[in-house]
Every structure is written in structure tokens, then in C-alpha cells.
């Protein structure tokens, strides 16, 4: 709606009418204006080998003698005697080949008008003629990137007739796109209508609008950043390191952490401090060997106490040894004696040799290892440390490969029905219903088009191969998967 501006409500004549101009946004041009060699190099355009094109202007111009043979074989023969006098006016109008020489120069009159018009309006609208459409070349806008317009390729074509009056400058206009300093391949003639011939065979068709709009999509996406890695309280077991922490029962207020057990060669020694050796004192050596028979007895008191459940085995066997009897033994000698073996005193030096089998009978009755193999089944890695990749949609959602994942609007997995269907939205409709299966495979995972209608592709250091349908392609860390018009990253877990 245009802005109106009024000086005062008596004043019509002060009144100041504004509009807003939408001008289009071209993208590819620097500072100055000038289109950017670096956007079109990113995008996937490449230049028109200078062989190619040589090749091409002959195929138009071997088009346009062909048109020419009408009037050479029928009408320049009766031409040439008259133009010599051989005959007169008379004779030359009443020659009985008059009339077929007439119709052959108009049949080469209209031939070689329509192959003009259709060249140079193909060359407007699709950038191509017979000789650049068999080569694979494609005539565009240097600014704009699309089509060239009919008024540049007319402008161009006089450039080069004019320039073919004098035959050296003719050839020099040829050769001109050697001398680009661009190094685009751009000559004087294409310079001066702001054209551009590139190669459609080794790079991308910029009037492909699908190709073009995803190419431009891809060069002014910015990369998705990724995330940190949180901790979690599931620690994965390691191939050579042993977990300090695993995940136990769960609860309606979090997950209760379990510590794990000790090895037999982790086992603590005993303590000192349990209640239960308070009251007992230290055997002598004398009576150490009739009591290894009642410390059997004992350890039916011992389970009881609630700290001697993480207890080993060898511990309580230690502890019983001395019997009532032994009153009268020094209690503090008898504690220090099995913490440490070797540095003794010289009296409870013979007590080193029955404290060694003495551990013997507990792994007979192995109270402590019953819950172990139960602490041992949330050892797993959890379901998540087994995706190694995943697929990052254009809208930031990931999708982890873990199994056959069935993409599409609606998915139908009758065809597939080891896939998982996963429905995707998608306001522009490119999605088919089922569009692109994809499946983990060794070292990665493969990707396969359903039939799809708008196709699907794997873009590979700028240059995207197209996917055959029902054929499983694979792709690696940091290839872009192209669905329709929809994009997705693979990423590695």
C-alpha cells in the first residue's frame, strides 16, 4: 500500500505519494555487483571446454549450409547465366526452370528463417541450440545464473556477424575466450551481451531449476553445529577398562546406583572396626591348630550383623579363628598379625602357614557371589551405543540408523516389513508417500529409492549422484541425502 504524506489538511498540493520498491535479490554477486566466479565454482557450474564449443558452432553452421542447397542446386545455376548475360531479362524470366528455381530459393528462404527463429529463441529460454544441445552446453545469464533472454543472444549473434565482416577480427573474437582473466572461458562476444557458456556434462545444468534451487540451498546453508556430549549415568563397558559405576533398579525418584563388586584380587582386608571382633581376642600359636575345626560354628552369627553382607568370604573366616579358651592373648598382636603378612612380630611368625589355607573351605559355601550374576545383566551397552550413524534432516531432527527406517509422508511398509515406517512432514509436498528406505549395513548404512516421484540422491563433495530406484546405495560420514526437495546430513554417533 503506497504511503501518503500531507503537509496539512489545506494544502492537496504539498502532498508527497511513496512507494516501496521490491527489487529481486541476486544472489552470487560481490560488493561491486559483479558476479562472484567463487559462487558459481560452489555451485557446481563448470566452464565450456573450448573444443566442445568449436564443435558445436560447426554443427550449426553444417545446419544452416544444409538449408542453403535449395537455393545453390536450383536457383544459382539459372542465376549465374544471367548475371554473365548468357540470357536476358527475357530469357530468364521465361526460362523454363524459372519457376523451379523460384520455389527452390523460397523453400531455402523459409527453411533458413525458421532454423533462426527456433535457434534463437531456444537459445533465450533453454540455452542450448542443435550443435550445444548435442555437446552438452548451455548458454545462461553470467549475473543471474538462469536463462540468457532472447535480446542477449540476439546481441550476441550480431557481435559476431559484425566481427565476421573483417576475417581477422572475426578469428580473433573466436579465440577471445582463451584470453578471459576470469578463466571462465568468456570472449569478447559473450562479455559484451553478459552471457555465459558452461558444460552441462561434467557439472551442474544451472536451468535444471530443481538441481539449481537444491545447489543454492546447500551453499547457503550454514552448518549445524554440533552438540556436546553429555554425560550420562549409563557408563558404556569398555573393551579393556572396567566400569566404577552401573545402573541399577529404577524408581519413581531416579536410578539407584549400584556399586560394583569387588574381584577376588580387589577384596579389601579386614577391618578392624565390625562389632563382632571386638569382643573376641587373637589366638596364640599353640592354639591355633585344634580350633580350626569350631570356626564352622561361628559363621552362622556372623551373616546376621547388616554390615557383613559386602564381606567376603575370607574375612569372616579370619575373624572366628580365636576361640573362647584364648582369654589370656594379647588382643592387639593378634588384629596386626594377618593385615599385614610379612612384617610380624617374631611370635606370630608360625601363624603365616594355617592363615593361607584357611580361605579354602569359603568358596565351598560362597554366601556373597550368589547376587553377582544379577549385577552382571545391566553390564550391557546400552540400545543407544549401538547406532553409529544418523540422519539430520534440513529441520534439525535426528534420526538415529539403529534399523531399516522406512521414510515418506504416509509410509506403507507392506513392501518392507523388516522396516520401521516413520512419516516426515513436509509443507512442499516433494515427499513421496514411501520414498527412500534406509538400512544399516557393515561400517555404515545404504540407502534405497522407493520408487520415488521426484527422486532421491546422494550429494558427495558438491556433486550429487542420482539414486536408482530399488538399487541400495551406500554413504559415509558427512554425505548429504537428497529426498525431493528435502535434505539430510549423515552424522556419526
Not at 544472489?27 to 565450456?48: F, I, N, T
Not at 573450448?50 to 553444417?62: E, K, N, P, Q, T
Not at 567376603?312 to 576361640?323: C, E, H, I, L
Amino acid at each position: 500500500m503506497p504511503e501518503v504524506k500531507a503537509g496539512g489538511s489545506n494544502a492537496p498540493q504539498d502532498m508527497i505519494w511513496e512507494f516501496d520498491e521490491h527489487k529481486p535479490v541476486i544472489e552470487g554477486l560481490d560488493a561491486d555487483g559483479r558476479p562472484d566466479p567463487a559462487y558459481a565454482a560452489a555451485l557446481g557450474l563448470v566452464k565450456a571446454p573450448l573444443g566442445r564449443r568449436a564443435v558445436s558452432a560447426v554443427i550449426d553452421a553444417a545446419i544452416w549450409y544444409l538449408l542453403q542447397l535449395p537455393l545453390w542446386l536450383g536457383a544459382v545455376p539459372l542465376l549465374l547465366k544471367f548475371a554473365t548475360g548468357t540470357i536476358s531479362l527475357y530469357g530468364f524470366v521465361n526460362h523454363p526452370d524459372f519457376r523451379l528455381s523460384m520455389i527452390m530459393a523460397g523453400v531455402t528462404v523459409a527453411l533458413s528463417l525458421a532454423f533462426a527463429v527456433v535457434q534463437l529463441v531456444l537459445q533465450g529460454v533453454r540455452g542450448l541450440t542443435v550443435g550445444k544441445a548435442t555437446m552438452g552446453l548451455r548458454l545462461i545469464s553470467v549475473r543471474t545464473l538462469e536463462r540468457a533472454g532472447v535480446g542477449a543472444v540476439l546481441l550476441r549473434f550480431l557481435i559476431l556477424c559484425a566481427a565476421s565482416i573483417v576475417p581477422v577480427l572475426g578469428i580473433v573474437f573466436l579465440i577471445s575466450p582463451l584470453l578471459d582473466p576470469e578463466g571462465r572461458g568468456r570472449g569478447w562476444h559473450d562479455r559484451a551481451s553478459r552471457v555465459w557458456l558452461v558444460d552441462v556434462r561434467n557439472g551442474l545444468n544451472p536451468l535444471d531449476e530443481k538441481r539449481m534451487r537444491l545447489a543454492r540451498k546447500l551453499v547457503k546453508a550454514e552448518p549445524v553445529p554440533e552438540r556436546s556430549a553429555l554425560p550420562s549415568l549409563a557408563t558404556p563397558v569398555g573393551p579393556t577398562a572396567a566400569p566404577t559405576y552401573q545402573p541399577g533398579s529404577r524408581i519413581s525418584a531416579g536410578v539407584l546406583g549400584v556399586a560394583r563388586p569387588h574381584s577376588a584380587p580387589e577384596r579389601p582386608e579386614p577391618s578392624p572396626t565390625p562389632s563382632a571382633d571386638v569382643p573376641q581376642p587373637a589366638a596364640t600359636p599353640a592354639l591355633q591348630q585344634p580350633l580350626v575345626a569350631p570356626s564352622v560354628p561361628t559363621l552362622a552369627p556372623t551373616p546376621s550383623a547388616p554390615q557383613a553382607q559386602p564381606v567376603p568370604a575370607p574375612v569372616v573366616t579370619a575373624t572366628p579363628a580365636p576361640a573362647p579358651e584364648a582369654q589370656h592373648a594379647p588382643a592387639p598382636e593378634a588384629q596386626h598379625a594377618p593385615a599385614p603378612p610379612a612384617p610380624t612380630p617374631p611370635a606370630p611368625a608360625p601363624q603365616v602357614p594355617p592363615l593361607r589355607p584357611a580361605p579354602q573351605p569359603a568358596p565351598a559355601q560362597q554366601p556373597a557371589p550368589g547376587p553377582l550374576p544379577t549385577l552382571a545383566a545391566p553390564a550391557s551397552p546400552p540400545a543407544d551405543s549401538v547406532a553409529r550413524f544418523a540422519l539430520r534432516l534440513d529441520t534439525g531432527q535426528s534420526i538415529p540408523v539403529t534399523e531399516p527406517v522406512l521414510l515418506g509422508r504416509n509410509p506403507d511398509g507392506s513392501m518392507h516389513p523388516d522396516a520401521r515406517p516413520l512419516p516426515l512432514a513436509d509443507a512442499s509436498r516433494s515427499l513421496s508417500k514411501t520414498h527412500l528406505l534406509v538400512r544399516p549395513v557393515a561400517g555404515g548404512f545404504e540407502i534405497v529409492d522407493c520408487g520415488s516421484t521426484n527422486g532421491s540422491g546422494l550429494i558427495r563433495d558438491g556433486i550429487e549422484y542420482a539414486a536408482t530406484a530399488g538399487a541400495a546405495v551406500p554413504v559415509h560420514d558427512g554425505d548429504t541425502i537428497r529426498m525431493g526437495d528435502r535434505l539430510a546430513t549423515v552424522v556419526a554417533l
